[in-house]
């Protein structure tokens, strides 16, 4: 496979661990390994530390320990194990999929702009990519319609990202029915990018369902990395229908292998103490909600933006008359 430069992860290797201050970040501020056991009851901690020292750094079992994908399958509806493959984050779920479902001259409609890989996989594969753009002129929303207009008796997969990286667009309950009703009526699957699940805003907007839970054609992705605020984890998720999650395992073998053991026991505390995770996050995006929106209110000479109405990013328009790449440098 011959594949174009992720231009967006070069920028970032570029400058992200060299700079005083990081706005370009895409993630929560990360965790440390005492706050994730700070989580656990006071009485908990010394064992939790000793089971985690005691963890022998052999191979782990390659879809990801039974705990692990039993407390995953459980955020799903009628979900199990079988169904949940831990992966080398979301990025390495994604691309499992893409070569496990695709095919060179198959239709794939795609949300754009998005991050780099679920348009650059599919077209380095020999897909027709059909671009289901996400216009400032429209509001950045997710314009429904549009995507019908795309979807053929062609279309194999749908790709979907929502809440959207990066203009923070989200689809509704009855939106994502829609998306997958589309794909059903084609044959299609629908591959929804879940990063920003659980980085709901508190405004009382009531969270989404997964696309894993509208029927067997939806396919979810889920990472640790964004809403737990453990991207050095590096570990992702597949939730899909068994036979899918097999095929996807057996390409994976030719990859990663399997997960890291620690990596995984400290994943799974994460998981089973998602609430207080939550709720510091809330905190987080409410506080960087303010001071942005004040910021662009003092400086609307410079830049406009629109509030995200979910997850941690916005897409912003400036007045200075350059290209957005000599801006950022």
């Known amino acids: 496979m011959k594949i174009e430069t992720f231009a967006l992860e070069r920028w970032m290797t570029r400058y992200e661990t060299h700079v005083a201050y990081d706005i370009a970040e895409s993630g929560i501020a990360p965790l440390s390994t005492r706050d994730l056991l700070d989580l656990l009851p006071e009485d908990d901690r010394h064992g939790a530390l000793d089971a985690l020292l005691?963890?022998?750094?052999?191979?782990?079992?390659?879809p990801g320990s039974?705990?692990?994908?039993?407390?995953?399958?459980?955020?799903y509806c009628a979900t199990g194990p079988d169904e949940i493959l831990v992966t080398t984050g979301a990025i390495e779920a994604n691309y499992l999929l893409?070569?496990?479902l695709l095919d060179p001259g198959d239709h794939v409609v795609a949300v754009a702009p998005a991050y780099q890989q679920l348009l650059s996989v599919p077209a380095a594969i020999g897909c027709e990519v059909s671009r289901w753009e996400v216009r400032p002129e429209d509001g950045f929303r997710l314009d429904l319609d549009a995507l019908e207009r795309l979807v053929t008796p062609r279309t194999r997969l749908i790709v979907i990202n929502s809440p959207h990286n990066p203009t923070g667009a989200t689809?509704?309950?009855d939106g994502l029915r829609r998306v997958y009703d589309l794909a059903e009526s084609v044959g299609a699957r629908?591959?929804?990018d879940e990063a920003y699940r659980w980085l709901e805003h508190d405004d009382g907007t009531e969270p989404v369902p997964p696309m894993r839970d509208l029927g067997p054609l939806g396919i979810s992705v889920g990472t640790f990395s964004k809403p737990f605020g453990l991207p050095g984890?590096?570990?992702g998720w597949i939730a899909a229908p068994a036979d899918l999650v097999a095929a996807c395992w057996g390409a994976r073998d030719y990859v990663s292998l399997s997960p890291g053991k620690l990596n995984d026991a400290l994943a799974l505390i994460a998981l089973r103490h998602r609430e207080p995770i939550r709720a510091r996050n809330r905190?987080?995006?409410?506080e960087n909600k303010a001071a942005a929106s004040a910021w662009f209110a003092a400086n609307a000479?410079?830049?406009?933006?629109?509030a995200p109405s979910a997850g941690l990013l916005t897409m912003l328009a400036y007045s200075p008359d350059m290209p957005s790449l000599p801006l950022a440098n």
């Open 301 to 306: 000479d410079l830049v406009a933006w629109r």
């Open 190 to 192: 629908v591959l929804s």
């Open 283 to 286: 905190r987080i995006i409410a």
């Open 98 to 100: 893409f070569n496990t």
């Open 233 to 235: 984890l590096r570990i």
């Open 54 to 62: 005691d963890i022998r750094l052999g191979y782990s079992e390659a």
């Open 66 to 75: 039974e705990a692990l994908r039993s407390a995953l399958a459980a955020t």
């Open 171 to 173: 689809l509704d309950a």
